[in-house]
């Protein structure tokens, strides 16, 4: 079940320029700056190449969320560098009644509540099958930087 969860959140996720154009301008230029200014060592970059080759990032996200600011930027230029396909689902609201779901859906895709999802970005390295070879919660939770978290995870899965 969940990986079909997850192959549907693919189909429907959206590149990082795509993405953008969503944002609004109060919010914006976090994610761009944050994008300009990003840059990944290339041993770094030759590694992820390795680990991620076959896979797919696929994130959850939201305009408001500075997590997120901080992180899917960067997931963006590694996508750009070494070529994995990088997905986003945004539009991430919570319910502010606190009756329903943990998320408002719509407009927050009905995927994060299917996936029981509770704290953004949540990014998911996947295979074409949909099965999860690592997961980052929020933030990197071993590492400094979400590249050397994703490489960390990848290497110790």
């Known amino acids: 079940m969940e990986r079909e969860i997850l192959l549907r959140a693919c189909k429907k996720g959206i590149d990082f320029q795509e993405y953008l154009k969503g944002i609004s301008d109060r919010f914006k230029d976090r994610f761009v700056s944050r994008y300009e200014e ?25 305009e408001w969320c500075k ?28 319910d502010p009644k606190g009756k329903g779901p943990y998320w408002k859906s719509p407009p927050s895709p009905p995927e994060i509540n299917e996936l029981n999802i509770k704290r953004i970005p949540w990014i998911a390295v996947i295979d074409d099958e949909g099965n999860i070879h690592a997961i980052i919660d929020e933030n990197p939770k071993y590492k400094q930087t979400v590249y050397e978290e994703l490489i960390y995870l990848m290497s110790n899965n």
């Open 38 to 62: 990003t840059e990944i060592p290339e041993e770094y970059l030759q590694r992820l190449q390795q680990l991620l080759t076959g896979k797919t990032i696929i994130a959850f996200s939201a």
């Open 67 to 94: 997590d997120c600011s901080n992180n899917i930027p960067v997931l963006a230029r590694i996508s750009e560098k070494i070529g994995v396909p990088f997905k986003i689902l945004g539009g991430i609201k919570s």
